[in-house]
């Protein structure tokens, strides 16, 4: 049976977008049960819905300071289907992961974790900020997701090098290539048990 997932998004949904047409094309044995909106003006509602899938919007917005009742709506509506595995896809808020998704829920990040990483760093800024330190390789980190930005335990990593003329456009356009392959691969390796966690080590059966 197909892995199943929960994916949870915040913009435009190009990652969703990927494993949409990954699934479709018989390269990611899985299925999406529902996705889940933090904004209900995001872009990748529409490229969801285009594609028949179930769209749930927990608006953010709509809760003001009450960090608890939007985790607790979150997590009823994923309960509410049947999910193996949450997958970020641009989601931009924290939440708190209960006991039984400890090692459930993923994210891919666009850089070499821990460098550019933590509150803040996402999308362009993480770029920019690798074009201002000068460094000559990045890459991207596909982790576990705890309760702490970007923390969880790393499950696969693959670098990018940084061109001497790169802009933030370019560098982040190489990146997300290699998001686009990286991303789903974990999703892969998740679905087959090839993944082995012990504290922080994670151990991955190619």
Same mark, same amino acid.
């Given at each position: 049976?197909?892995?199943?997932?929960?994916?949870?998004?915040?913009?435009?949904?190009?990652?969703?977008?990927?494993?949409?047409?990954?699934?479709?094309?018989?390269?990611?044995?899985?299925?999406?049960?529902?996705?889940?909106?933090?904004?209900?003006?995001?872009?990748?509602?529409?490229?969801?819905?285009?594609?028949?899938?179930?769209?749930?919007?927990?608006?953010?917005?709509?809760?003001?300071?009450?960090?608890?009742?939007?985790?607790?709506?979150?997590?009823?509506?994923?309960?509410?289907?049947?999910? /193996?595995?949450? &997958?970020?896809?641009? @989601?931009?808020?924290?939440? $708190?992961?209960?006991? %039984?998704?400890?090692? !459930?829920? +993923?994210?891919?990040?666009?850089?070499?974790?821990?460098?550019?990483?933590?509150?803040?760093?996402?999308?362009?800024?993480?770029?920019?900020?690798?074009?201002?330190?000068?460094?000559?390789?990045?890459?991207?980190?596909?982790?576990?997701?705890?309760?702490?930005?970007?923390?969880?335990?790393?499950?696969?990593?693959?670098?990018?090098?940084?061109?001497? /003329?790169?802009? &933030?456009?370019?560098? @982040?356009?190489?990146?997300? $290539?290699?998001?686009? %392959?990286?991303?789903? !691969?974990? +999703?892969?390796?998740?679905?087959?048990?090839?993944?082995?966690?012990?504290?922080?080590?994670?151990?991955?059966?190619?």
């Amino acid at each position: 049976m197909p892995i199943q997932l929960a994916v949870l998004i915040s913009g435009g949904g190009t990652t969703l977008q990927n494993l949409i047409d990954r699934i479709e094309s018989g390269r990611l044995d899985a299925e999406i049960t529902c996705v889940i909106s933090s904004r209900k003006d995001a872009k990748g509602i529409e490229r969801a819905q285009k594609h028949g899938l179930e769209v749930i919007v927990v608006n953010r917005a709509d809760y003001a300071g009450d960090l608890a009742s939007f985790n607790r709506d979150i997590w009823n509506a994923i309960r509410r289907h049947q999910v /193996d595995l949450v &997958v970020l896809a641009g @989601f931009m808020s924290l939440i $708190e992961i209960p006991e %039984e998704f400890n090692l !459930r829920m +993923i994210n891919v990040h666009p850089a070499l974790i821990p460098a550019f990483s933590g509150k803040g760093m996402y999308g362009a800024h993480v770029q920019n900020a690798v074009l201002e330190y000068g460094v000559k390789v990045t890459g991207v980190t596909v982790h576990f997701v705890d309760d702490v930005y970007d923390r969880g335990p790393i499950i696969l990593q693959e670098p990018v090098r940084v061109l001497p /003329d790169d802009t &933030v456009e370019t560098l @982040f356009a190489r990146v997300q $290539e290699t998001e686009r %392959e990286l991303y789903p !691969r974990a +999703i892969e390796l998740l679905a087959q048990n090839k993944v082995k966690v012990k504290g922080r080590i994670v151990t991955v059966e190619e």
